[in-house]
């Protein structure tokens, strides 16, 4: 059975940097310069926070969703 994990990124313009979180992994904050990058760094870090959590052990199934907020002024 695979765990169900949704990654949520949003890329911050003034850091200039894709932020990972996850409302299903405590703990998981990941920064990278470009997309795969942040990929890359959750796919390294995940195991680690599961197995702390007590959550390891079943293989993954990640799915990664951007997010970007935009306040628009009225012309």
Do not use: K, Q, Y
Not at 25 to 43: C, K, N, Q
């Amino acid at each position: 059975m695979s765990r169900l994990i949704t990654i949520t990124a949003r890329w911050d313009d003034e850091a200039r940097v894709w932020i990972a979180t996850s409302e299903n992994v405590s703990g998981l904050v990941v920064e990278a310069d470009t997309w795969a990058d942040m990929i890359e760094e959750v796919r390294l870090v995940l195991p680690d926070l599961l197995e702390l959590s007590g959550l390891a052990g079943d293989s993954l199934s990640l799915t990664f969703r951007a997010e970007e907020h935009l306040d628009l002024a009225r012309a």
